[in-house]
C-alpha cells in the first residue's frame, strides 16, 4: 500500500482528506503542527505528501526541496486557500509539485487527481 502524509492544521481537512484516500486504499498519516510534520517525514517512508501553503513558516519552495532531500522519489501535492492559479504558476512551472489544489474545490476530485498520479 501506498504511504501519504497530510499536513493541514484544519482538523477537517485532515480527516476528510485521510478518509476519502483510505477508501481509495492509501494508508494516510496526519500531522497537524510542524514538529509532527517533521518527526513524521523522518520516520517514515511516504510516496506522497499533502501540504497546506500556509501552514509553514518557512518558504514553501525551500521547505519543498528540503522535503525532496528526505523523500527525493515523494510527489507533492499543495492545498491552499488561495488562488491556485498563481501558485501554479510559480511550483508547478519549476516541477517541484504534482498539483495545487484550491481548498474550494471538490474533495473527491483533488482525491481522483491523487489516485491518478499516484497508479
Do not use: H, W
Not at 485521510?18 to 517512508?45: D, I, M, Q, Y
Not at 501540504?51 to 515523494?74: A, G, Q
Not at 511550483?91 to 474533495?107: C, P, R
Amino acid at each position: 500500500m501506498k504511504k501519504i502524509l497530510v499536513v493541514d492544521d484544519e482538523s477537517e481537512i485532515r480527516e476528510l482528506l485521510k478518509l476519502f484516500l483510505e477508501r481509495k486504499g492509501f494508508l494516510v498519516s496526519l500531522a497537524s503542527t510542524p514538529r509532527e510534520f517533521e518527526k513524521l517525514l523522518k520516520k517514515e517512508k511516504v510516496e506522497a505528501l499533502i501540504l497546506d501553503y500556509t501552514f509553514f513558516e518557512e518558504n514553501i519552495e525551500e521547505l519543498i526541496i528540503k522535503v525532496k532531500s528526505l523523500n527525493k522519489d515523494s510527489k507533492i501535492f499543495i492545498l491552499s486557500g488561495f488562488s491556485s492559479e498563481i501558485l501554479e504558476r510559480e511550483l508547478s512551472s519549476q516541477g517541484l509539485v504534482e498539483a495545487i489544489f484550491s481548498k474550494a474545490e471538490d474533495i473527491g476530485k483533488i482525491v481522483e487527481r491523487i489516485s491518478q498520479v499516484l497508479s
